[in-house]
């Protein structure tokens, strides 16, 4: 993004993952037509100019996977481009090699297995790239993963609408279609840049481990039925974490939309 910010509007050339908050008109005419209860002045949305959707980069990884390393640099290397939003999720499978990853979650490892169906795999594996909930990148290198994310910007077609309020309490999902079997609203918190860990056993020991957009937490904020609907957000206020909005089909897991409300 480039050019004078308005009063009111969020910079979010600064943030190291790119993603956006995208116009509302459509959805506060969709909310007032749908009757919903109308909110107060102050709880202004925050506001940029249209751009393309973001394609959203999931890397399951591990501190103890001796591949695992040579793939975060690879999300790293397209992290930060236009049009991307890159997520780093640490599971815990690899421990019992004899190094606890300082990052993972056993909820990471459930969502990384969530994929395992849609995706027609016979079991998960790291390290693993899934792009926007469609498709899966193994080993492949930066060339291939860019021509994944460039096929997948140009897949999405009039995707859900999805805005911030300025208080940073809420977020609003406008109207659209809504796939077979429903979809959620998620919220992912993450500490957004690189971050290194000295690993001290296991597969890779001694190496310095540096992940990118180290993710935190998964929460589901509520369903999203194609019409428009208000999230309570989780508090990260003053937290230094940024949360990533991700509006997901339940069945088939592909990923509708995306923004990111970046760290405070």
Not at 44 to 58: C, D, K
Not at 134 to 158: H, K, T
Request: glycine share 10%; aromatic share 6%.
């Amino acid at each position: 993004m480039s050019g004078a910010i308005s009063p009111g509007v969020v910079n979010l050339c600064a943030m190291r993952t790119r993603g956006w908050i995208i116009p509302v008109a459509a959805l506060a005419a969709a909310l007032v037509a749908a009757g919903s209860v109308a909110q107060p002045s102050s709880a202004r949305a925050v506001r940029t100019a249209a751009p393309p959707e973001p394609v959203v980069i999931e890397l399951f990884t591990a501190q103890g996977c001796a591949d695992c390393p040579e793939a975060n640099a690879r999300l790293e290397s397209v992290a930060t481009e236009p049009g991307v939003i890159a997520l780093t999720y640490a599971v815990d499978y690899w421990d019992y090699l004899g190094w606890e990853d300082t990052f993972a979650r056993p909820e990471f490892a459930q969502r990384q297995r969530a994929y395992r169906k849609p995706l027609r795999l016979r079991d998960v594996a790291t390290p693993q790239i899934v792009i926007d909930g469609r498709r899966q990148v193994v080993g492949a290198g930066i060339p291939a993963l860019q021509s994944a994310i460039d096929e997948e910007a140009a897949r999405r077609v009039f995707p859900p609408e999805i805005e911030f309020r300025t208080g940073g309490d809420r977020v609003g999902v406008g109207s659209g279609r809504a796939p077979s079997g429903g979809a959620e609203v998620l919220a992912v918190t993450f500490t957004p840049g690189p971050q290194e860990v000295l690993i001290g056993r296991g597969d890779n020991r001694g190496r310095t481990v540096r992940h990118m957009n180290v993710v935190r937490s998964v929460r589901t904020l509520g369903e999203w039925t194609g019409r428009p609907a208000l999230y309570a957000l989780p508090d990260a206020a003053g937290s230094g974490l940024a949360v990533a909005i991700l509006v997901q089909a339940k069945d088939d897991r592909r990923i509708l939309n995306g923004a990111v409300l970046p760290a405070h």
